[in-house]
């Protein structure tokens, strides 16, 4: 982007979607730090524990149950 502004060049087709592609995965790799993860992992930690719960009482009263 410098380099547009400061020295008037511009990117080819294949490296502006190179530049792209760069762009989107540095966001996908940091995604894993932000909210989104830590919602995730409350999601996993709540379901994991009324898991347990209701898979015991579904299992109980489940008619394949013997």
Known sequence: MFAYIFLDETLTERQFLAFVILIIGALMISVK??????????????????????????ASTSRLAV
Request: hydrophobic share 35%; proline share 0%; no cysteine.
């Open 33 to 58: 730090h932000t909210r989104f993860y830590y919602l995730r992992e409350v999601w996993y930690n709540v379901r994991s524990k009324f898991g347990y719960i209701l898979g015991g009482w579904h």
